[in-house]
């Protein structure tokens, strides 16, 4: 099992940054594909971001391409996601994801096996 721990989640102005962290604990060695997902209120969980086990394949959701950053550290096990330039329709909780393969479909949730608790995202206007 993979356990996934995200943290960096506030309250920021529009125009502001945030940092997002994933911590990987458990059998790490089985993430492949490391990601983000976003659910506002009312909203279905959305794709935001992903990146290949050896961070050469970045892939955004166009609604943040150009804004926000995905890396990866494998030898730290942590997973971030830099914010700029937010925008009150980014207020969501960020979810981290995990695949153990190479997902057929990226921007899909069922092709993440592991799942951390999510934090809050909050984009004042």
């Known amino acids: 099992q993979v356990q996934l721990v995200e943290s960096g989640g506030g309250l920021v102005q529009a125009g502001g940054s945030l940092r997002l962290s994933c911590a990987a604990s458990?059998?790490?060695?089985?993430?492949?594909?490391m990601g983000w997902f976003r659910q506002a209120p009312g909203k279905e969980r959305e794709f935001v971001a992903t990146?290949?086990?050896?961070?050469?394949?970045?892939y955004y959701a166009g609604s943040v391409k150009g804004r926000f950053t995905i890396s990866r550290d494998n030898t730290k096990n942590t997973m971030s996601l830099q914010m700029n330039s937010l925008k009150p329709e980014d207020t969501a909780v960020y979810y981290c994801?995990?695949?153990?393969?190479?997902?057929?479909?990226?921007?899909?949730?069922?092709?993440?096996?592991?799942w951390g608790q999510g934090t809050q995202v909050t984009v004042s206007s």
């Open positions: 994801a995990a695949s153990r393969s190479v997902p057929q479909f990226w921007t899909l949730r069922n092709s993440y096996d592991y």
């Open positions: 990146i290949s086990r050896g961070g050469t394949s970045p």
């Open positions: 458990g059998r790490t060695f089985n993430n492949n594909f």
